[in-house]
């Protein structure tokens, strides 16, 4: 299940913290306006709450109720507000939680000390100077100065090559050269400067404000989690919402297209009684690495296709998440109700997947969205013959060419 509760009392703290520097406070003097109102904490309590950082015998639900309705009162703001955010941090985080939902816990593969590397489906603009040598002294925390070096040279030069990729696939059209000459001369980090980079930074701050902040890079690694068999329905039924954008679903379906064939020619590789185009059309098995595409140059799609989803079915999600999760009475008791367990039913109940089934049902017939359905069934159509005929028959076979023709036709029509 997604580790909500990391992500949420992450948030919390930062709000905490943002609020009491706005206001002029350092901790001590935070501290001491809030125990004249009777509230137990001191300044190492605040620091692990502006951490969001718990203890399980201090405090393991991060504030207590006292401590959360008497910062709010102190800072002017809604226990609400407090702890989930405004308007626009509230929808930052269902989208952030959809996102988790739909790569469910996706990976790359294994890195060369055979750790398994999960796929953050956000761009890293955290590839400035300062960055890394932020990130250097992160690592010296609990390595030596040499491990801590070679770590974050390693994941520095990491990320500024994705980085590089990433910009040249969405900026193809207006400074591909520039990036085609940043890479012929990228043979060390210290080669590229700040203001080289900047320009590419600030590209994406403009034109993909959400998948392009650093912030929810850092909270997308919270949420991350484990593959979970009960989250793939719900990640199934979203990327059958991304459909509706028909260049995501022609490169999704082509890619799910081989993974099917690749199971057919060596049926070893996989798990018995797994069929790929079945367990698709009935929303089991997870498929997150195909819908990102590994954060290849399909990545763009990707996130084209989740903006236009969200735009078109922003008020029904948010409805629900407002309903079930930001309304709820924090008066009764307070952060503890808000835990992994909870969200975990809210994004795997009947009402949600509902919800889910009858936005797809309504893209299928709507004139922006059609087209990306028709190339999702006939994809599946032909998917479901591949498995059912023999291979040699296949050429012959009159409802495969007819299937195969239809492919062809709509992949080649504007």
Known sequence: MLNFKRYLYKGVGSRVKRTRESMGFNQVDFVSKLQEKYISIDRFKLSHIENGRIYKKKNPYLLTEDQMFGISELTGYEPKNLIFGNDKEREDTVKLILLAVIMNGAKYGTDEKNKEIFINPFIDTRVKKEDREELYKELRRNNTEEIAKEKSEELGRNSLEEFLRLSKDFIK???????????????????????????????????QPFFANKNHFEYMKY???????????????????????????????????????????????????????????NNYNHFGDLAIDFKKSGFTRFVKAFTEMWERNDEKLMDYFNENLFNINLSEQGLKQIDDEFIHSLIISNEFSKMLYDMIEVERYGMQTMKGHNTFELYLQEMVIKNTIDFVSLPE?????????????????L
């Open 173 to 207: 059209n207006e400074s591909a050269d520039r990036i085609v000459y940043l890479h012929s001369r990228f043979n060390s980090i210290e080669e590229i400067d700040d203001e080289e980079i900047g320009e590419y930074i600030e590209w994406f701050r403009i034109k």
């Open 223 to 281: 949420l991350v989690n484990e593959p979970d068999k009960e989250l793939e329905c719900p990640s199934n039924l979203l990327i059958k919402l991304l459909i509706g954008n028909n260049s995501f679903a022609q490169l999704f379906m082509e890619g799910l297209s081989q993974r099917s064939q690749y199971q057919i020619m060596y049926p070893n590789h996989f798990p018995k009684n797994c069929n790929i185009a079945e367990s698709f059309i």
């Open 397 to 413: 076979n009159d409802l495969f060419k007819y299937i195969n023709n239809m492919i062809q036709t709509n992949n080649t029509q």
